[in-house]
């Protein structure tokens, strides 16, 4: 019986020393960080650097659950019905037509038939409140050209809603349907958003409602996405996820396990229209301040530094030599009034931050402009030849002030009113477009010495059919979203002399 335990006990104790020998080993490795080299038999190890033993430990992962952001986001989404009445053509006045196959072979009724009435056009996206009296942000591209709005919300309790307004340059659209005690979702904040970061997309893809789907951030400050890669006045700062997200979505909301609002989901990267794998939100940097100026002043004040930027690594390489950094925006150029020029920037600089916040492409840029209004100062960091320099620059909007610009400011600036010319008139002038000025009051067109009677023919290459087509002119201008900065008209009077008349809409 002795013997037995004592070869139990020398078991027990041959295990403890070994397991204890293994302890101190293992401790021993891990303080002198390094252990020697594992690789496979006859490969030489050649790379300079230590292998480290790293003590990850054995912590569980995260359990992530999604359920309270969910529950607390799904009412505050609505669905969006956006009508567009089809208008009948004009030409030849409602009248009937030959149908070619009675024409031939005697089919169908006589006299020819009816032309078919075109049918209007139904749109559908989702849209986000944001406020408890009603208002609710959305994709411009949802409401464009809609004569009529529907919101839907979650409960079935369906609202006409009206357009505030509207701002193609960043795709974000304000509107209001009338109504209290509205569920809301609160604004988070979308600059501290990691990569790697779960957030949730909500919206009504399919026109299926209240769906929500999970996933990563995949990237930040992604631009050059689609068309709007080509067009210089869009501002493109996504947020890149691959959370699901399908027709239907645009407008919804994107939000973090909090909660909180950090974008509007407003596109998907797909060669068939349905998601394939990413889609893009706006955000709420930018799409809060542009809902924000929408409510107060009828449009985006939007700042300007006036330069042409493009990412280092697109540099010309006849250039290439003076970029020492990889990341950041790189000054091409600058634009005729430049308030980033006036403060000492000069071409070849690379902004590197602003007021403190890390720039690392052209598109974050833009996106720390965009939280800015005209008149605001900002910190411009910048790498010029290898060195860092700083500069404070006031920002300006694209005419050069920093005056506030309203909607609607576009007839009150021309100071004039405008008709549409008949038929009749049209005749006896020998034209087949062109408005006429009616009326002067103190403005641009009196102080640049048009009279009443003048007839606008051309106003910067477009022809001029109705008093709204200038309208929209002179409104894209005061907003920024023009390259030019002035009104070029053509016309005429009515005793046959032709005039033409340049506008400075900065001055």
């Given at each position: 019986?002795?013997?037995?335990?004592?070869?139990?006990?020398?078991?027990?104790?041959?295990a403890?020393?070994?397991s204890g020998?293994?302890?101190g080993t293992?401790?021993?490795?891990?303080?002198?960080?390094?252990?020697?080299?594992?690789?496979?038999?006859?490969?030489?190890?050649?790379?300079?650097?230590?292998y480290r033993?790293?003590?990850?430990?054995?912590?569980?992962a995260?359990?992530?659950?999604?359920?309270t952001a969910?529950?607390?986001?799904?009412?505050?989404?609505?669905?969006?019905?956006?009508?567009?009445?089809?208008?009948?053509s004009?030409e030849?006045?409602?009248q009937?037509?030959?149908?070619?196959?009675?024409?031939?072979?005697?089919?169908?009724?006589?006299?020819?038939?009816?032309?078919?009435?075109p049918?209007?056009?139904?749109?559908a996206?989702?849209g986000?409140?944001?406020?408890?009296?009603?208002?609710?942000?959305?994709?411009?591209h949802?409401?464009?050209?809609?004569?009529?709005?529907?919101?839907t919300?979650n409960?079935?309790?369906?609202?006409?809603a009206?357009?505030?307004?509207?701002?193609?340059?960043t795709?974000?659209a304000?509107?209001?349907?009338?109504?209290?005690?509205?569920?809301?979702?609160?604004?988070?904040?979308?600059?501290?958003?990691?990569?790697?970061e779960?957030?949730?997309?909500?919206?009504n893809?399919?026109?299926?409602?209240?769906?929500?789907?999970a996933?990563?951030v995949?990237?930040?400050?992604?631009?050059?996405?689609g068309?709007?890669?080509?067009?210089?006045?869009?501002?493109?700062?996504?947020?890149?996820?691959?959370?699901?997200v399908?027709?239907?979505?645009s407008g919804?909301?994107?939000?973090?396990?909090k909660?909180?609002l950090?974008?509007?989901?407003?596109?998907?990267?797909?060669?068939?229209?349905?998601?394939?794998?990413y889609s893009?939100?706006v955000?709420?940097?930018?799409?809060?301040?542009v809902?924000?100026d929408?409510?107060q002043f009828?449009?985006?004040?939007?700042?300007?530094?006036g330069?042409l930027?493009?990412?280092?690594?697109?540099?010309?390489?006849?250039?290439?030599e003076?970029?020492?950094?990889?990341?950041?925006a790189?000054?091409?150029?600058?634009?005729?009034?430049?308030?980033?020029?006036?403060?000492?920037?000069?071409?070849?600089?690379?902004?590197v931050?602003?007021?403190?916040?890390?720039?690392?492409?052209?598109?974050?840029?833009q996106?720390?402009?965009?939280?800015?209004?005209?008149?605001?100062k900002?910190?411009l960091?910048i790498?010029?030849?290898?060195g860092t320099?700083?500069?404070?620059?006031e920002?300006r909007?694209?005419?050069g002030?920093?005056?506030v610009?309203?909607?609607?400011?576009g007839?009150e600036?021309m100071?004039?009113?405008?008709?549409a010319?008949?038929d009749?008139?049209?005749?006896k002038?020998g034209i087949?477009y062109?408005?006429?000025?009616?009326g002067?009051?103190?403005?641009?067109?009196?102080d640049a010495?048009?009279?009443k009677?003048?007839i606008?023919?051309?106003?910067?290459?477009q022809?001029?059919?109705?008093?709204?087509d200038?309208?929209?002119?002179?409104?894209?201008?005061?907003?920024?979203?023009?390259?030019?900065?002035?009104?070029f008209?053509k016309?005429?009077?009515?005793?046959g002399?032709t005039?033409?008349?340049?506008?400075?809409?900065?001055?």
């Amino acid at each position: 019986m002795k013997n037995i335990w004592k070869n139990v006990l020398g078991v027990a104790l041959i295990a403890t020393i070994s397991s204890g020998a293994a302890i101190g080993t293992s401790a021993y490795l891990m303080n002198k960080n390094q252990r020697p080299a594992e690789l496979a038999s006859g490969v030489e190890n050649t790379f300079k650097q230590p292998y480290r033993l790293t003590n990850y430990g054995t912590v569980a992962a995260e359990n992530i659950d999604f359920t309270t952001a969910a529950e607390s986001t799904i009412h505050g989404v609505v669905h969006i019905k956006a009508t567009a009445n089809a208008q009948a053509s004009s030409e030849g006045g409602g009248q009937q037509y030959i149908d070619p196959f009675e024409y031939f072979f005697g089919f169908g009724g006589r006299g020819g038939f009816q032309r078919p009435q075109p049918q209007p056009r139904v749109g559908a996206g989702s849209g986000v409140i944001i406020s408890t009296d009603g208002y609710i942000i959305t994709n411009n591209h949802v409401i464009d050209g809609a004569d009529e709005l529907e919101v839907t919300m979650n409960d079935n309790r369906k609202f006409p809603a009206k357009i505030i307004g509207a701002d193609p340059t960043t795709d974000i659209a304000l509107i209001k349907i009338e109504a209290t005690d509205l569920p809301t979702i609160p604004f988070g904040d979308s600059e501290k958003l990691k990569v790697g970061e779960w957030v949730l997309a909500v919206g009504n893809p399919f026109n299926l409602t209240s769906t929500v789907t999970a996933g990563i951030v995949s990237a930040k400050s992604r631009g050059n996405i689609g068309a709007g890669g080509k067009d210089r006045s869009k501002i493109e700062s996504f947020i890149q996820t691959d959370a699901a997200v399908n027709p239907g979505n645009s407008g919804g909301a994107l939000v973090n396990t909090k909660g909180e609002l950090v974008g509007i989901n407003t596109a998907i990267y797909s060669e068939t229209g349905n998601f394939a794998g990413y889609s893009f939100a706006v955000p709420i940097s930018i799409a809060g301040k542009v809902a924000n100026d929408l409510k107060q002043f009828g449009t985006v004040q939007r700042a300007v530094l006036g330069v042409l930027i493009q990412d280092p690594q697109y540099v010309a390489d006849a250039e290439k030599e003076k970029v020492k950094v990889f990341e950041g925006a790189y000054v091409g150029g600058f634009a005729e009034r430049s308030t980033a020029k006036e403060a000492g920037i000069e071409k070849g600089d690379v902004i590197v931050a602003v007021n403190g916040v890390k720039i690392k492409s052209s598109s974050a840029l833009q996106e720390q402009i965009s939280k800015y209004r005209p008149g605001d100062k900002v910190e411009l960091t910048i790498n010029r030849d290898g060195g860092t320099k700083k500069f404070t620059v006031e920002l300006r909007n694209a005419q050069g002030s920093t005056k506030v610009v309203k909607g609607g400011d576009g007839a009150e600036v021309m100071g004039a009113a405008f008709k549409a010319l008949g038929d009749e008139q049209k005749r006896k002038l020998g034209i087949s477009y062109g408005i006429e000025v009616t009326g002067l009051t103190s403005g641009k067109l009196k102080d640049a010495g048009v009279k009443k009677g003048f007839i606008i023919m051309i106003v910067n290459n477009q022809k001029i059919s109705a008093p709204e087509d200038l309208e929209k002119i002179v409104e894209s201008i005061l907003r920024g979203r023009a390259e030019d900065q002035g009104l070029f008209i053509k016309g005429f009077y009515p005793n046959g002399r032709t005039k033409y008349y340049a506008i400075d809409l900065a001055e």
